[in-house]
């Protein structure tokens, strides 16, 4: 094509020879621009046709591992507000004049200390938008936005899980071995089945939990314990909601 407008050109020229040099010289300037600027277009939607196709791959991956967050964080969820109702149970027990039943208390206190479950949060797609500076190729401003404000959401779901985890394992989990038979509470359920190990045995010892739990300072180590429940399910109900809220605009955006 820009042979035909070079002999077009030069046709029309040749027409008027005192300026059929100027004619020629600014004919080969503009073909040239014109080529240029071709070139340039191709190029440019070469490189615009790369960073959709890297988009949808980095949006495919988001989409993958923030189903599976939200998977994780639901089961969670749901296992603290189990752990933080047998916590408010336990104290209208300390309250309550009634006789206590041993196995109800044991029970109670294996939810307490064992529902509870670590969030497993895959980092892995998100880490690598943020290492190679990739979070530019998605267009959604909305969705650059959301995702730009993940190491807020995460780490501060974090901070809440390390105060109660602090406190329970270092504080609350200690005081029970004088208060409450242990031994007689449930093994976690997470374990593997194919373990084949031995079962324990229920104790033989015998303490009288009218004693052992109904004073003021076990009553406020169970509600310090819950409050510290009820802090960390509102950080995994708000990031709960983060990620779902990104799941949507992912989804929107996948092609």
């Known amino acids: 094509m820009i042979n035909f407008f070079r ?10 020879k005192p300026l059929k040099y100027l004619r020629y010289a600014i004919g080969e300037i503009v073909l040239v621009m014109i080529g240029i600027l071709l070139a340039l277009q191709v190029n440019n939607w070469n490189n615009s046709r790369i960073d959709r196709s890297k988009e949808q791959a ?3 991956n988001l989409h993958v591992d923030f189903k599976t967050n939200i998977n ?3 089961n969670v969820y749901n296992n603290s507000v189990e752990a933080y109702q047998a916590s408010v149970i336990l104290l209208d027990i300390i ?9 109800e208390v044991e029970r109670l206190i294996d939810d307490i200390i064992n529902k509870i479950k670590s969030m497993d949060i895959i980092t892995g797609s998100i880490d690598e938008i943020f290492h190679t500076g ?3 190729l ?4 909305a969705l650059r936005k959301q995702l730009s404000n993940w190491s807020y959401y995460l780490t501060d779901t974090e901070d809440d899980m390390v105060i109660y985890r602090d406190y329970l394992y270092g504080l609350f989990i200690p005081t029970l071995t ?7 509470t449930s093994v976690p359920s997470f374990f593997e089945d194919d373990l084949d190990l031995q079962k324990i045995s229920k104790s033989n ?7 052992t739990i109904r004073s003021v300072e076990f009553e406020n180590q169970v509600y310090n314990n819950a409050l510290n429940y009820m802090y960390v399910i509102n950080s995994y109900k708000i990031f709960q909601n983060y990620l779902k809220d990104n799941l949507e605009l992912i989804e929107s955006n996948i092609k």
């Open 58 to 60: 980095i949006l495919k």
């Open 72 to 74: 994780n964080l639901d």
């Open 95 to 103: 309250k309550d004049d009634n006789v206590i039943d041993p196995e």
């Open 134 to 136: 990739s979070l530019h």
């Open 205 to 211: 010892f015998n303490l009288d939990y009218d004693k």
């Open 7 to 16: 002999k077009t050109r030069k046709k029309l020229a040749d027409d008027n």
């Open 178 to 184: 004088e208060k409450v038979l242990l031994r007689n």
């Open 138 to 141: 998605i267009r959604d401003p």
